[in-house]
């Protein structure tokens, strides 16, 4: 089995705990625009997505345009005022992130987010220049299309078989597989193991906590290359 050398996350759901806040936004925006209230497990189901792609994919009926662009604002706006209180990192994140850079492991991130979103969730948490390359729906292709898993690949110059990438959704193992990169799903974010394990990962985890252990195994761990000494923030 190939050494990994560079783990690729997901945001929300698999480092962010930010998945009924997503939820509530969704609902809260349509309920505003006054079209029909997804359920909540409609929800969960299209996180992952970028936004143009879930409103499209939870909205068929709406084939106005305008209507689609009032409630993706509206979305925007919701989510934007929730997040003045940053959605918390999952336990033990800071941590292990931490700890996979003093590894030697190359970070990135591959996210249904905006790039604004992103960087605007990177800077609350003082992460902002941590990870080493990341990539966000809106200025690539929405997953499960494998583009932005190959370009951070390709600027991090690590070959598919020497990458994991991380997710809660179907459509991060869709494009982990896509991109031929091993594919583990986390169950405590936006879909259950059952819903997951059609999409064929590799690995289940119940908690952030066991990826510490899973990728650092002797099976999986890369050798040390050097050790990085990287500050982690509270704040």
């Known amino acids: 089995m190939r050494e990994i050398r560079t783990v690729i996350f997901d945001w929300d759901g698999t480092l962010s705990d930010s998945i009924s806040r997503i939820v509530e936004c969704m609902r809260g925006a349509a309920e505003l625009i006054g079209v029909p209230l997804p359920a909540e497990q409609q ?5 992952g997505l970028g936004l143009p792609e879930a409103v499209a994919v939870l909205f068929p009926d709406i084939d106005d345009p305008s209507l689609t662009r009032r409630l993706t604002e509206a979305y925007s706006q919701y989510f934007v005022a929730q997040e003045q209180t940053p959605s918390p990192l999952f336990d033990g994140v800071l941590d292990t992130l931490a700890e996979l850079r003093q590894s030697g492991y190359k970070l990135a991130v591959a996210t249904g987010k905006s790039r604004r979103g ?3 969730v990177l800077k609350s948490h003082d992460l902002t220049n941590f990870f080493d390359a990341t990539r966000c729906a809106d200025e690539s292709l929405s997953k499960p299309h494998p583009r932005m898993l190959e370009e951070i690949l390709n600027r991090l110059e690590t070959p598919a078989t020497n990458a994991v990438m991380l997710g809660d959704s179907e459509y991060d193992i869709r494009m982990a597989h896509n991109a031929r990169v091993r594919a583990i799903a986390v169950t405590y974010g936006a879909q259950s193991r059952e819903h997951l394990l059609q999409s064929q990962p ?8 066991e990826f510490r ?4 195994s002797p099976v999986n761990s890369a ?4 050790t990085i000494s990287i500050p982690v923030s509270r704040g």
């Open 213 to 216: 252990s899973w990728i650092l």
């Open 43 to 47: 929800v969960r189901d299209i996180i």
């Open 223 to 226: 050798p040390v290359s050097k």
């Open 118 to 120: 992103l960087d605007r």
């Open 202 to 209: 590799e690995h289940c985890i119940d908690a952030f906590s």
